[in-house]
């Protein structure tokens, strides 16, 4: 009787404590919510999927805040901030000190890993995002489009953009836009229809798995997001035509960097040497055509040469770039 009464209580104990643990993973789901209602990324979602809207997005779209995140972002592809470089450093020393643990449990003398970790001492924190697409640039190109991860807060909003970068553009005058096509790839989506994945959400609501619901509701926003806004693998799939918001943000160098970062940036650019013929000649497999007279082939020593230089000399003005 004691055992069961005892057994009675811990079951009611497990109970209590399934039913607080489920009050407070609804609560959690509600904060989520709240969080995720007010976030820029469901603002640009409502606005762009539900109700349709085609406007390129600016920066007028975005509040003082999130503009000034942005602009901790891009300036992020050209400078390092300190903590980067501290994280960096750190990096390199737990990098060291695994090579010297390593030896120690093998029974070696550290002195045996010395070329090592002289490589590790002798290393270089890299150089920020900009500067590894600055090499044989074009001077005919006005601007260094590269890839940009936008980490951090804003990263559900803007994702991986592309920087376009006015390489030649003077401190004052240089206006950095970041672009990109706001669009959904339904290979994010899932593969249960709409109806089927809205009947799993309202499951797990019911039955207090609150933990499924936001990562299920998320997939759900990306299969309507591609049905709406469908990228191009998506159109292509379903043989439909692509659409896209596109998104511009033009920020002013003057407000990321100071002006001796811009000019180090640009000092760092490397252009293409200008080519004087654009075609080599070619001078094997060369189809010399047939004699009308004798209706034999042409051969080589037969063939003049048309190549005629006027007098003066190459026109050098449509060799060079500018």
Avoid: C
Avoid at 142 to 171: A, C, F, Q, W
Avoid at 196 to 210: M, P, R, W
Avoid at 245 to 259: F, L, Q
């Amino acid at each position: 009787m004691l055992l069961e009464k005892l057994q009675s209580r811990k079951n009611k104990g497990r109970l209590i404590a399934e039913i607080q643990g489920i009050i407070r993973e609804g609560k959690n789901l509600t904060e989520t919510t709240k969080r995720i209602l007010a976030s820029p990324s469901f603002r640009l979602y409502a606005d762009t999927v539900i109700k349709g809207k085609k406007d390129p997005i600016t920066k007028d779209y975005f509040t003082d805040e999130e503009y000034d995140i942005i602009k901790k972002q891009i300036k992020n592809a050209f400078e390092f901030t300190p903590r980067q470089i501290e994280e960096m450093q750190d990096k390199l020393e737990r990098k060291k000190e695994f090579h010297l643990k390593l030896a120690s449990s093998l029974g070696l003398d550290p002195k045996a890993l010395e070329k090592e970790i002289n490589e590790i001492n002798e290393m270089k924190i890299g150089l920020p995002e900009a500067y590894n697409f600055n090499k044989d640039i074009s001077k005919d190109s006005n601007t260094i489009n590269i890839y940009h991860d936008n980490k951090g807060p804003m990263y559900e909003v803007l994702g991986r953009s592309t920087l376009k970068i006015p390489h030649k553009e003077s401190y004052d005058s240089a206006t950095i836009e970041l672009y990109d096509e706001y669009d959904f790839d339904s290979i994010f989506g899932g593969k249960e229809s709409f109806l089927e994945q809205g009947k799993n959400i309202l499951k797990d609501v019911f039955s207090g798995n609150f933990d499924n619901v936001y990562p299920a509701a998320m997939q759900l926003a990306e299969k309507y997001g591609a049905h709406v806004l469908p990228d191009e693998a998506t159109a292509k799939r379903k043989g439909v035509e692509a659409e896209h918001v596109p998104v511009s943000i033009k920020v002013p160098v003057s407000e990321i960097m100071d002006e001796e970062t811009w000019k180090n940036y640009q000092s760092s650019i490397t252009y293409k040497k200008p080519q004087l013929f654009n075609k080599k000649p070619q001078l094997f497999n060369m189809d010399y055509g047939k004699d009308k007279k004798t209706k034999k082939y042409i051969k080589p020593q037969q063939f003049k040469s048309k190549l005629q230089f006027r007098k003066g000399g190459l026109n050098r003005k449509q060799y060079t770039n500018g």
